[in-house]
C-alpha cells in the first residue's frame, strides 16, 4: 500500500527480525524477494533494498512473482468454506483495473468494467479490493495473505537449493502494466565516467 | 590533507550518479543517463525513469566502486540526494544507500539536489591541477533541467534566496523549444549546436527582465518562440508538419539562446554587484 513508508520501516524490520531470532547476518545464506505484482513503489523499495542486501553481503538472491506465492499460500490456507480447488488471483492494477492470474500463467490485466471468467472448479482469491471483489473472495485473499511470507519463501528456497540464482543487477519488479503512452520501459542508456 | 572519503549516489531524474569523493577530489563519477530512453516520449515519464534507476543502480555502483579503487573499511559516510525530484526515482538512490549503510555500519547524510549543483563548483576532477575555494559571499547561479535560481551565500550552507524561476525552469524552455524546432531532446544542447550555424543573427527574442527583481521567467520567450517558427513557417509557405529549413532553425535557436543567456547573465552579475560577492559559482 503505502509504498514510501515501506522505506522507513523495512531495514530497522529486518534488523529487528534479526535481533529477536538472534539470527547472525554471517548465517544468512540467501536473500528471497517478492517481485510483484503489485504497487510500483513498494516493489521498488523492497527490490532496491533486496538487490542491495544481496550484492554487498555477496548472497545469491532469488525473486519469487508475488501472485505464485499467494496462489501457494490460498491452496495451503485452511478454508472455512469448501477446499478452495484452483485459485484465481485478483489483485488491483491502479485505481481502477485489475489484473487476474492463474497458478503458472503470467498476469492478465482486467481493464475496468470487466470480470474474471470463471472456469468451473476454479475460485477467486481476491487482495487488497476492498468493494471491488466478492466478499467470500476477499475472505480467501485474507487467508492466503497469512500464509504468504511462508510461501514466498518456500518458493524462493527451493528455487535457492536447485541453484536457479537470479541475476542480482538485472532484478527488476514484474510491472504489468506499463506507464500511459509509452511503448517501452527498456532501452538504450548511455554511460559515461565523465558526463561533461 | 586529503579530507573524508565518501560515496554519493544521486537518483532524483533521468541520471543514476555514484561518485566517490576524497575532500574535494573526485575519485571516481559514473552516471547512466536515460536521455535516449526518454527521447522517444519528448520528455521524462516519472514511471519509466524510476524503472531505469532500479534496473542500473548496481552496475553504476560497481563501475563507480572499482575506479575508485577503495576499502570499505576506508569510506567516512555515503551521502544521497533526498530531493526534490522525482519521488519514485528518489526512492530508488536512497533505498540502495541506506542499505550500504546498514549493511557497511557507515554514516548516512541525506543532501538537498539544489544544494548539490551549487557545491558542484568546490569539486576537483581526478586530473585537474588544485585550485582555490570560491570565496564568501559569492552568489550562485543554478540553471539545470528543472531548476533556476539565484542565491546569495555568506559562508557554508548559509543561503539567501536572490530570485527564482515564476515559470518554467531555463531548462524545459530549452526542451519545448527545441520540440517546437524539431531539434532533438534534450532541448539544451541541440540549441546550441544550431545556434552555432547561425549566419544571419538578427532575429531577436523579448528579455523578460521582471523589473528589478532576480526572478526569472521564461514562458513569455517560449511563446515568442512559437510564434517566430509558425512566422518563418508561413513565410517559407511550410505546412504544420514540414520541416523547417536549417538556416531558419539555426537563426531562431541562437536568438533564443540569446535571451536566456543574456537574461542569467545579466542577473547574476548585477547580484554579484548589489551584494558585494566576492566569487560567482555557476551550477547545473
Ligand atoms: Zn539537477
Known sequence: PAGHRHGETLLPTIGRFLGEQNIRRSRIAGIVVGTGPG?????????????????????????????????????????????????????????????????????????DGTEPALESGETLVA?????????????????????????????????????????????????????????????????????? | MSG??????????????????????????????????HAATGGIVPEVAARAHLRWILPVFDEAWNDGGVDWADLDGIAV????????????????AKTLAWVHDKPLVGVNHLEGHVYAAWLLDAEEDERPEPDFPLVALVVSGGHTFLVEMTDHLAYRLLGET???????????????????????????RAAEGATRR??????????????????????????????????AGLGDDEVLPTATVAELAHGFQESVVDVLAAKTIRAADETGARSIVVGG
Open chain 2, 202 to 235: 538578427d532575429v531577436a527574442f523579448p528579455r523578460a527582465w521582471m523589473g528589478d527583481s532576480y526572478d526569472f521567467s521564461f514562458s513569455g520567450l517560449k511563446t515568442a518562440a512559437r510564434r517566430a517558427a509558425e512566422k518563418a513557417r508561413r513565410d
Open chain 1, 39 to 111: 504497487a510500483f513503489t513498494g516493489l521498488r523499495v523492497g527490490l532496491a533494498t533486496a538487490k542491495t542486501l544481496a550484492a554487498s553481503l555477496g548472497l545469491p538472491i532469488v525473486g519469487v512473482s508475488t501472485a505464485e506465492a499467494l496462489l501457494a499460500a490460498a491452496v495451503d490456507a485452511p478454508s472455512g468454506d469448501a477446499a478452495v480447488g484452483r485459485p484465481v488471483l485478483l489483485m488491483p492494477a491502479g485505481p481502477a483495473d485489475r489484473i487476474e492470474v492463474r497458478p503458472g500463467a503470467s498476469p492478465r490485466l482486467l481493464p
Open chain 2, 81 to 96: 540526494t533526498y530531493g526534490p525530484g522525482l519521488a519514485g526515482s528518489l526512492l530508488v538512490g536512497i533505498n540502495v
Open chain 2, 4 to 37: 573524508p572519503l565518501l560515496l554519493s549516489i544521486e537518483s532524483s531524474c533521468d541520471e543514476t550518479g555514484i561518485a566517490l569523493v576524497e575532500g574535494r577530489r573526485i575519485r571516481a563519477n559514473v552516471v547512466a543517463s536515460q536521455v535516449a530512453l
Open chain 1, 127 to 196: 487482495l487488497d479490493l476492498v468493494d471491488r471483489a466478492p466478499p467470500a473472495a476477499l475472505e480467501r485473499g485474507e487467508r492466503a495473505w497469512a500464509g504468504f511470507a511462508a510461501a514466498l519463501v518456500r518458493l524462493g528456497v527451493e528455487r535457492l537449493i536447485r541453484g536457479e540464482a537470479d541475476d542480482v543487477a538485472r532484478l527488476v519488479p514484474e510491472y504489468v502494466t506499463l506507464p500511459r503512452g509509452v511503448s517501452a520501459t527498456d532501452g538504450t542508456v548511455a554511460w559515461s565516467r565523465d558526463p561533461r
Open chain 2, 166 to 192: 515564476v515559470d518554467d525552469a531555463a531548462g524545459e524552455a530549452f526542451d519545448k523549444v527545441g520540440r517546437l524546432l524539431g531539434l532533438d531532446y534534450p532541448g539544451g544542447p541541440a540549441i546550441m
